[in-house]
T-cell receptor, first 111, second 113 residues
Framework: GQQVMQIPQYQHVQEGEDFTTYCNSSTTLSNIQWYKQRPGGHPVFLIQLVKSGEVKKQKRLTFQFGEAKKNSSLHITATQTTDVGTYFCAGTTDSWGKLQFGAGTQVVVTP | DTAVSQTPKYLVTQMGNDKSIKCEQNLGHDTMYWYKQDSKKFLKIMFSYNNKELIINETVPNRFSPKSPDKAHLNLHINSLELGDSAVYFC????????????FGEGSWLTVV
């Protein structure tokens, strides 16, 4: 079964609004990574979080790693049409030995 | 300067045919992967090689056979193609297997008719 759960699967956002996508695991993660895939493109690495409670920002994107290192979130403020795409979280543990991808959140932005 | 390059980008073929997708990375990474992405965007790992050795082989039909002649190349051969094989296949690489950043190729769009 899927070890990294991601919600929502789809997100329709009005341009200028904020939204958040969430990633959850039943297992404590060593790190979590976020990727973005533009329509017709390939997944591209955005960021990696390693420490408990870590928060990182990239312009309008805020990434957070939970205190228990079992969940993460990506919050986008003032959504723009360039934010369209699918956002994947991916986590790993020492025992998994590989990166497990979530199902992705497909984001559609309405002008 | 494409880091992970795969060919062909588009492939339309008939059921029952055999096809190959080639992949090369110039990042000096030890680990390479094949992922399959279906129409719902699920990214499913198929295979992983570390220094030419197969280390991950998910539940993939044995019609799919990866080959890694050296650590910079990982090719995927598919026999007896079926309609359900239609998907985007991504080659990828990472420094090592242990949770490092994954660099994806641009994808190969396979359509089986």
């Amino acid at each position: 079964g899927q070890q990294v759960m991601q919600i929502p699967q789809y997100q329709h956002v009005q341009e200028g609004e904020d939204f958040t996508t969430y990633c959850n695991s039943s297992t404590t993660l060593s790190n979590i990574q976020w990727y973005k895939q533009r329509p017709g493109g390939h997944p591209v690495f955005l960021i990696q979080l390693v420490k408990s409670g870590e928060v990182k920002k990239q312009k309008r994107l805020t990434f957070q790693f939970g205190e228990a290192k079992k969940n993460s979130s990506l919050h986008i403020t003032a959504t723009q049409t360039t934010d369209v795409g699918t956002y994947f979280c991916a986590g790993t543990t020492d025992s998994w030995g590989k990166l497990q991808f979530g199902a992705g959140t497909q984001v559609v932005v309405t002008p | 300067d494409t880091a992970v390059s795969q060919t062909p980008k588009y492939l339309v073929t008939q059921m029952g045919n055999d096809k190959s997708i080639k992949c090369e990375q110039n990042l000096g990474h030890d680990t390479m992967y094949w992922y399959k992405q279906d129409s719902k965007k699920f990214l499913k790992i198929m295979f992983s090689y570390n220094n030419k050795e197969l280390i991950i082989n998910e539940t993939v039909p044995n019609r799919f056979s990866p080959k890694s002649p050296d650590k910079a190349h990982l090719n995927l051969h598919i026999n007896s193609l079926e309609l359900g094989d239609s998907a985007v296949y991504f080659c990828a690489s990472s420094q090592t297997i242990s949770g490092n950043t994954i660099y994806f190729g641009e994808g190969s769009w396979l359509t089986v008719v």
